[in-house]
């Protein structure tokens, strides 16, 4: 009789390929965001489309303050919503906008063509909030955003989607897509390596949680970090819009901005020069970037020649403290473990 077989699953190095057999040269450092910050939320309705109803928004450069206002979704609003949004914005001499405004003029307008700091709490609902249209990332990279979603969020053609990828709870990558101007034009489809502008978003949920090691709500983050303007309360969700609850979303803005303040001084402490507080993800970030700071190399670096086949090998037989999934989409009998008693 033959021997039954059996699937075997093992895990595998790939090794990357060199840029020079790709003939592509090494990227170069991104100059990082300019001084100009976008701090931007938005209120939704309680049903489960939370189609935007209206959101509030500052601008600065540096430290000061040049614009704030409020954005409206004019097909959400109700007509007498609308009236008490623009009583308001007129008596406090705040920018009023529909939100296709805030898109061309503010989002694109400030955070992409002055390279602002895209700064939110929880910016992913944020963005997505203010889309018009998504779908499935696409990336020439396995590592890179595939798997994740990109979002249309402006009317004009050569104007960048928008692409997230969730990798944690607290952290999601984002970043704009390649914008189409730059492979159509002419100038565009001579160079060989076009400089993508991927912009520079700052979720405070993914910072917060890499620099206090804690997952916070922005009203416990503005109480821990003794914000000067903390977040409020409202019992005014879904209801008829009211100059309060308007108020309360202008003090959410103000809330994130002291909150990224905060955050800032305080990776600022740790004197990390090499890294950007927009490359923090979590702890393990901190930890790379004070081995950057003190000089030290990735192994891989150092000793580059080490042969991938042993790589692979070690890889293989590797199984400390992890719990993986060998059988997929195939019916078998199972034995319930329980994993909560691994370690």
Request: charged share 25%; with cysteine.
């Amino acid at each position: 009789m033959p021997a039954e077989r059996f699937p075997v699953a093992i895990r595998a190095y790939v090794a990357s390929s060199h840029a020079e057999e790709k003939g592509r040269l090494p990227k170069k450092r991104d100059a990082g965001p300019s001084g100009w910050s976008l701090v931007f939320d938005t209120e939704t309705t309680i049903d489960p489309t939370q189609r935007l109803r209206f959101g509030s928004y500052q601008i600065r450069r540096h430290e000061k303050l040049i614009e704030r206002g409020v954005f409206y979704d004019q097909e959400v609003l109700k007509p007498t919503e609308l009236v008490t949004l623009r009583q308001y914005a007129k008596d406090k001499h705040i920018g009023l906008m529909t939100v296709k405004e805030f898109i061309e003029d503010v989002f694109f307008g400030i955070g992409y063509d002055l390279r602002a700091n895209i700064i939110g709490f929880n910016l992913p609902f944020d963005i997505s909030r203010l889309s018009r249209s998504h779908d499935s990332a696409r990336s020439r990279s396995l590592s890179g955003m595939r798997g994740g979603f990109t979002f249309k969020l402006s009317e004009k053609w050569w104007r960048p989607r928008i692409q997230i990828k969730h990798h944690t709870s607290s952290l999601a990558f984002i970043q704009f897509a390649a914008s189409p101007s730059a492979f159509t034009s002419k100038s565009g489809r001579k160079r060989k390596n076009v400089r993508i502008r991927r912009g520079h978003f700052l979720d405070l949920r993914t910072v917060a949680a890499a620099l206090t090691s804690e997952l916070h709500t922005l009203a416990s983050l503005s109480s821990s970090l003794e914000a000067a303007q903390k977040k409020s309360d409202t019992t005014e969700h879904g209801k008829m819009l009211s100059a309060q609850y308007i108020a309360y979303a202008i003090q959410d803005v103000e809330a994130t901005w002291e909150c990224f303040v905060a955050l800032r001084q305080r990776f600022d402490n740790h004197q990390l020069r090499r890294t950007r507080l927009n490359s923090i993800f979590s702890e393990a970030s901190l930890g790379k970037a004070y081995l950057r700071e003190l000089g030290i190399s990735p192994w891989r670096t150092m000793q580059p020649d080490f042969p991938p086949e042993l790589i692979g090998v070690i890889m293989s037989t590797y199984y400390g403290g992890r719990a993986e999934v060998r059988i997929r989409r195939l019916i078998t009998q199972v034995q319930y473990c329980d994993f909560t008693s691994m370690y």
